[in-house]
């Protein structure tokens, strides 16, 4: 209770509601939740009270594994454990792969109480014999569908055949698909359900918002968006690790500094972008979807989707990069004609058609300047009751405009794109 003081956790989010009084009475559970909704906290809070009620057995096995699919993620749940149980004597490490093994290797032989680790390296630690399982009491498998994208749900299953049969188990996941739904059942005894939210819906303080464009112009329309002082912090997602470092080659010449994470990122370079964005010493960050679950940061007030992703599923996920801890975002997306596809089957999952912007950034009737454009939240405009009056009608949630006009006055429908870009609408 005194760590929670020092984080400021005042009210408890609905899953660490429903979660937590099932998991002190020791019941199995199955989790469907989608990111930034205070998953880690539901599972973390009760266990590190249950490990220290509870005297450890002698050896030097864990007695609590989280497993999660990415580097980022299994730093980012280890330091919750810490600020959470900074006032308890339990010890705590992580073991992922992109380094070298010797740290984690003897932080496994001084002793643990909570192992966070990613599948791979925690395969191979375990057969080289440094990770033992005799102690182990609970057992979390966090972003369950992730591991199944990334082709980890084989190991993932070799790990589970190695554990005590007699333990606590947590499975959570965004969505269930059948396979982890298989798994559910076979690692899970008579579990409590419980679902949050509608399976891949969307955060509902991101407003969703979408710019039809060509291929050709999205690099210049980014670094438009980007130079509008209400872009305070932004997440940049591409499809490719290659598309990414283009991105921000493209921003440098552009004067815009930006870092990039990816799969061919070291590590240690993946951290220090991951710190100076969390810091604020770096306002941009271009990813791939390694970072769609892996960046849990406060204020992120934008995300742009620079490519559509093909996964609907991953959609959501970057999406719910902003809008994090009860604050608002906004959430762009670059279509050009041949991501019309992925755009319909994003808003068939989502059951939510974004709204189409206006802008003058895209080519139109053959032209191709770039003018900057307002892209953020002006509250100072805000009348009474959410009025805008420099629009004239309600303003949801202290962004601009979500109803989009053409020139003759009467809104567009559907996906149909205007023939003329106006400039002055504030996305």
């Known amino acids: 209770m005194r760590a929670l003081q020092v984080e400021k956790y005042l009210t408890p989010t609905p899953i660490q509601i429903q979660a937590i009084p099932h998991l002190l009475a020791r019941r199995d559970l199955l989790g469907l939740a989608q990111t930034g909704t205070g998953k880690t906290a539901a599972f973390a809070l009760p266990m590190l009270q249950l490990l220290a009620q509870t005297p450890a057995p002698k050896g030097r096995g864990p007695r609590a594994l989280i497993l999660t699919p990415t580097r980022e993620l299994a730093l980012q749940i280890l330091e919750s454990f810490r600020a959470y149980g900074r006032f308890l004597s339990l010890r705590s490490a992580a073991v992922f792969g992109g380094v070298g093994q010797k740290p984690q290797v003897d932080a496994l032989a001084r002793g643990l ?8 390296r925690l395969l191979d630690l375990t057969a080289q014999g440094h990770v033992r399982y005799d102690r182990l009491s609970f057992f979390v498998l966090d972003e369950a569908d992730r591991m199944l994208d990334m082709g980890f ?4 299953r070799k790990i589970i055949a190695a554990l005590p049969k007699e333990r606590q188990t947590l499975l959570f996941s965004a969505t269930m698909p059948k396979d982890i739904a298989s798994l559910a059942d076979t690692m899970l005894k008579h579990p409590v359900r419980i679902e949050v939210s509608p399976v891949a819906s969307t955060v509902e303080l991101v407003e969703q918002r979408v710019i039809f464009v060509a291929g050709a112009d999205k690099p210049a329309l980014l670094s438009a968006i980007l130079l509008d ?3 305070v912090r932004t997440l940049i997602f591409a499809r490719t690790k290659h598309g990414a470092d283009r991105i921000a080659a493209r921003l440098a010449r552009d004067g815009i500094g930006a870092s990039v994470i990816h799969g061919n990122k070291s590590q240690g370079a993946r951290q220090r972008a991951l710190n100076d964005f969390r810091a604020g010493g770096l306002r941009v960050l271009v990813a791939t979807d390694i970072a769609a679950r892996g960046i849990d940061i406060d204020d992120v007030s934008h ?24 604050a608002s975002g906004i959430a762009l997306s670059f279509c050009d004609p041949a991501e019309r596809a992925y755009l319909r089957d994003i808003e068939r999952l989502t059951k939510l058609p974004l709204s189409v912007i206006d802008h003058p950034g895209a080519r139109q009737n053959g032209a191709s300047a770039v003018a900057p454009i307002a892209l953020g939240r002006r509250f100072a405009s805000k009348g009474a009751n959410g ?9 949801r949630s202290g962004g601009g405009s979500t109803r989009h006009r053409s020139h003759s006055g009467t809104p567009y429908r559907g996906r149909e794109e205007p023939q003329n870009w106006r400039s002055d609408v504030s996305l």
């Open 303 to 326: 995300v742009i989707n620079f490519d559509i992703p093909n996964v609907p599923e991953s959609y959501v996920h970057r999406i719910g990069r902003t809008a994090r801890a009860g």
């Open 387 to 395: 009025v805008n009056p420099r629009r004239g009608h309600a303003d």
């Open 113 to 120: 109480d909570i192992l966070v680790a990613t599948p791979g």
């Open 153 to 156: 749900l084989r190991d993932v």
């Open 229 to 231: 002082p209400l872009v």
